[in-house]
């Protein structure tokens, strides 16, 4: 369709609800946040301070211990989750008795609210009845309190993580799988290649850039999780295990401090301001 | 597939199914389990009994006496965010497929870039923001915060869609003297309904399940949504009454069930289609 004047009007027209509350409502919180992160705010009022917020957060236990655990999950958390999304993937993509209905079952911890899994696994892992702490007492005779020691409460948050997300990737690398031409395995099956090199030649080289891209996604989404965090242990034992985003809703609404809350972020901000960046621009080359 | 290998294949897949769906199995039956069996680590139960469930939706259980006030503020919040949401999107992504004008391709970026950043990280700006406009604890703040969230995605499925729509029919309406707004209107619009509805849900469900922006924005007990309403039980109660609260997860779990299964098919192809094209 050729595009004169007036259908430019009406094009700019139809686009301006979406660009201004993008601006009202992303772009001016952003720079309204970096504001205060150089003012001292509580909400009783405010007074500028300059950097001394940045050197508070940066110099603050708490802070030093949610970057090492967002660090930490992201490392452990994101991986595994891919890798095993892309294993199950491959195992629904074969054709088998029921692959349907096991296709559907497993997507369920994604379909069903992720606050409601959450309940049911604090419920698991409740230190006196949970069903979990049970067996454990059962087998070692004594009482692990999984979410009450810092090691074994961070392995549960990733765990609930990896539950909860992989199948939903698992479903974005099944429909990569299932736009792969058939007849690429059916040659190289003729030619007596088994099924890891058929991965190794095939499915991984035709893959490879869906799976990156999704790796970047996933990497900035699982770097703001909250509700994990916040719902299995609060934050604790002791505030160890925070990550960045529930560090910055304790400094603001717990503390007080609203400068130092959004610092945390700034000093996250910027890697996943690049990450997302040079995300859109590969989508956008591709797509 | 050969004898050994299919084994495995189900062996592998039988352990999955348990990890998966063992503690959805575990809420389920925990909600159903009679009082003094709400301890047993048997995974069975022999008098299942639906008191749990009867007692939020009578009313007469105190800790959840706010269910039904919860339901609808929920729903309130969930309805105008759909409404506003496919509003922008519809007219949004309308224009990105088939207006040519400067600035075009960015805005289309920024749409891909509000759907992939974080929001999490945006929620303090964003309370500090609504309470200067003085509209904390009031549902428009959630109501906006849920829009800005789910539209970018909506627009990014969308435009793709409209791209798919043969362009002739609409030159041809053109030709004949429609305006574009009768087009988009009367041509577009009844031909995308599948999408759009598909699209609703995910707008819904994403607002019904949104937490950290209802935690943030709301806080007098009369107006918080189901989402706070369901967590608190297990927060803020000294001896969590488990049944109740297993029961109440349930009941906020159902209705995305139910939604996430009826259009499946649109979630994934709608991923799919732009955000990870192939």
Same mark, same amino acid.
């Given at each position: 369709?050729?595009?004169?004047?007036?259908? #430019?009007?009406? *094009?700019?027209?139809?686009?301006?609800?979406?660009?201004?509350?993008?601006?009202?409502?992303v772009v001016y919180p952003l720079f309204e946040g970096i504001r205060i992160a150089f003012t001292y705010t509580t909400p009783s009022g405010e007074k500028v301070i300059g950097l001394?917020?940045?050197? #508070?957060?940066?110099?603050?236990?708490?802070?030093?211990?949610?970057?090492?655990?967002?660090?930490?999950?992201?490392?452990?958390?994101?991986?595994?989750?891919?890798?095993?999304?892309?294993?199950?993937?491959?195992?629904?993509?074969?054709?088998?008795? *029921?692959?349907?209905?096991?296709? *559907?079952?497993?997507?369920?911890?994604?379909?069903?609210?992720?606050?409601?899994?959450?309940?049911?696994?604090?419920?698991?892992?409740?230190?006196t009845w949970g069903v979990v702490e049970y067996f454990i007492t059962v087998l070692t005779g004594q009482k692990a309190l999984l979410l009450y020691h810092y090691n074994t409460a961070m392995a549960m948050i990733i765990i609930f993580h990896i539950w909860r997300n992989t199948p939903f990737w698992t479903l974005i690398f099944l429909? *990569?799988?299932?736009?792969?031409?058939?007849?690429?395995?059916?040659?190289?099956?003729?030619?007596?290649?088994?099924?890891?090199?058929?991965?190794?030649?095939?499915?991984?080289?035709?893959? #490879?850039?869906?799976?990156?891209?999704?790796?970047?996604?996933?990497?900035i989404w699982t770097a703001g999780e909250f509700n994990t965090v916040w719902i299995l242990t609060g934050g604790g034992p002791a505030a160890s295990t925070h990550l960045l985003a529930t560090l910055a809703y304790r400094f603001a609404f717990d503390i007080g401090d609203f400068g130092m809350s959004i610092s945390t972020i700034l000093f996250a901000l910027p890697i996943i301001l690049l990450l997302a960046i040079s995300l859109v621009r590969i989508i956008e080359k591709r797509g | 597939m050969r004898g050994i290998s299919l084994f495995f294949t189900y062996f592998i897949i039988i352990l999955l199914l348990l990890f998966f769906l063992f503690p959805i199995y575990w809420m389920i039956l925990t909600s159903v389990r009679p009082k003094e069996d709400l301890f047993n680590p048997l995974p069975w139960t022999f008098s299942?009994? /639906?008191?749990?469930?009867? =007692?939020?939706?009578?009313?007469?259980? %105190?800790?959840?006496?706010?269910?039904?006030?919860?339901? !609808?503020? !929920?729903?309130? &919040?969930?309805?105008? &965010?759909?409404?506003?949401?496919?509003?922008?999107?519809?007219?949004? @992504?309308?224009?990105? +497929?088939?207006?040519?004008?400067?600035?075009?391709?960015?805005f289309s970026q920024i749409a891909l870039f509000s759907y992939i950043i974080p929001q999490s990280f945006l929620a303090v700006p964003f309370f500090k923001l609504m309470s200067l406009y003085g509209l904390i604890d009031n549902y428009l703040s959630l109501i906006l915060a849920m829009t800005i969230w789910t539209s970018p995605y909506c627009? %990014?499925?969308?435009?793709? =869609?409209?791209?798919?729509?043969?362009?002739?029919?609409?030159? +041809? +309406?053109?030709?004949?003297?429609?305006?574009?707004?009768?087009?988009?209107?009367?041509?577009?619009?009844?031909?995308?309904?599948?999408?759009?509805? @598909?699209?609703?849900?995910? +707008?819904?469900? /994403?607002?019904?399940?949104?937490?950290?922006?209802a935690l943030v924005l709301l806080n007098s007990s009369s107006k918080l949504t189901l !989402?706070?309403?369901?967590?608190?039980?297990?927060?803020?109660?000294?001896? &969590?009454? %488990?049944?109740?609260?297993?029961?109440? @997860?349930?009941?906020?779990?159902?209705?995305?069930?139910?939604?996430?299964?009826?259009?499946?098919?649109?979630?994934?192809?709608?991923? /799919?289609?732009? @955000? &990870?094209?192939?």
């Open positions: 369709m050729k595009s004169n004047s007036k259908d #430019k009007i009406i *094009g700019y027209f139809l686009i301006t609800p979406f660009f201004f509350s993008f601006i009202l409502l001394q917020n940045f050197v #508070k957060t940066l110099n603050h236990p708490e802070f030093r211990i949610a970057v090492y655990n967002t660090i930490l999950f992201l490392a452990i958390a994101v991986n595994i989750k891919m890798a095993l999304a892309l294993f199950i993937a491959n195992l629904l993509n074969k054709e088998f008795k *029921g692959h349907r209905i096991i296709r *559907g079952l497993i997507l369920l911890p994604w379909a069903l609210p992720a606050l409601t899994s959450l309940l049911s696994f604090k419920w698991m892992l409740e230190p429909s *990569g799988l299932q736009s792969i031409p058939k007849s690429l395995y059916e040659a190289a099956s003729i030619d007596g290649a088994d099924s890891v090199r058929l991965f190794r030649h095939i499915t991984l080289p035709q893959i #490879k850039y869906l799976y990156i891209v999704c790796l970047m996604l996933s990497f | 299942p009994h /639906m008191d749990n469930y009867i =007692h939020i939706l009578d009313g007469t259980f %105190w800790p959840t006496r706010y269910f039904y006030n919860q339901l !609808s503020n !929920s729903l309130i &919040v969930s309805l105008n &965010v759909v409404i506003l949401t496919m509003a922008i999107s519809i007219c949004g @992504a309308y224009s990105l +497929a088939r207006f040519r004008y400067k600035g075009r391709r960015f627009i %990014w499925v969308l435009r793709e =869609h409209f791209y798919s729509i043969p362009i002739d029919i609409e030159d +041809a +309406a053109l030709i004949d003297g429609a305006s574009r707004i009768t087009i988009l209107t009367k041509i577009v619009l009844p031909i995308s309904a599948p999408v759009i509805v @598909a699209l609703s849900t995910y +707008a819904f469900i /994403m607002s019904w399940n949104e937490y950290l922006y !989402s706070i309403g369901i967590t608190s039980l297990v927060t803020s109660i000294d001896v &969590v009454p %488990w049944g109740s609260a297993m029961a109440q @997860a349930v009941l906020f779990g159902i209705p995305p069930l139910i939604f996430y299964y009826t259009f499946e098919r649109y979630m994934v192809k709608g991923l /799919m289609a732009g @955000a &990870v094209k192939r």
